[in-house]
Nanobody
Framework: QVQLVESGGDLVRAGGSLRLSCAASGSIFSIKVMGWYRQAPGKQRELVAIFTSGGSTTYTDAVKGRFTISRDTSRDNAKSTVYLQMNALQPEDTAVYYC??????????WGQGTQVTVSS
């Protein structure tokens, strides 16, 4: 089992910045892919940024050049944290942001979500 806990969502003005954090615990050795999705009101959940199984990163076109995903793993491999640095935020970035992890057996895990609201 993998547990994901997000933090960092807030209300910010357009042009501002936020950093989201996702702390993963449990069987983190089994995590193959980890990253962020978002869901705006009335829209489907969409990929924002992820670390792929090879360690490379993928971003949706709408956030390229503005968002940066990074990660940090504790020395004992007991905890892994993925960050999403969001700069130049726009009202269309308003959504609930969800941390996601997929393990080597294909099981998906989701965090509880953190609200990001960007005012114009």
């Amino acid at each position: 089992q993998v547990q994901l806990v997000e933090s960092g969502g807030d209300l910010v003005r357009a042009g501002g910045s936020l950093r989201l954090s996702c702390a993963a615990s449990g069987s983190i050795f089994s995590i193959k892919v980890m990253g962020w999705y978002r869901q705006a009101p009335g829209k489907q959940r969409e990929l924002v940024a992820i670390f792929t199984s090879g360690g490379s990163t993928t971003y949706t076109d709408a956030v390229k050049g503005r968002f940066t995903i990074s990660r940090d793993t504790s020395r004992d491999n007991a905890k892994s944290t993925v960050y999403l640095q969001m700069n130049a935020l726009q009202p269309e970035d308003t959504a609930v942001y969800y941390c996601n992890a997929q393990n080597i057996w294909g099981k998906m895990y989701w965090g509880q979500g953190t609200q990001v609201t960007v005012s114009s």
